[in-house]
């Protein structure tokens, strides 16, 4: 059986879903953010929520849902 917490954490910490973010921020930033979690080992969410501010708790959630994770539907 699926352990679906852990599943979510994977996806959730993987550099890889940066792909989601460059509607909103174009290829550049999105490379500087995805370089900064590969060297640092923070995940994107605490680069761009927690530390940069470059997108709000709610801006976030609406973009990494699980629907938009599977079906992405990439709209700024």
């Known amino acids: 059986t699926a352990n679906t917490e852990r599943c979510k954490d994977y996806v959730m910490n993987s550099i890889g879903i940066v792909t989601l973010l460059k509607p909103h921020f174009g290829y ?11 060297t640092t080992g923070k995940s994107l969410h605490q680069i ?3 530390e940069q501010h470059l997108m709000t708790q709610a801006e976030w959630d609406a973009t990494f849902n699980t629907q938009n994770l599977i079906h992405p539907k990439f709209v700024k």
């Open 48 to 50: 761009v929520v927690d």
């Open 28 to 38: 550049q930033k999105c490379a500087a953010i995805a370089k900064e979690g590969y």
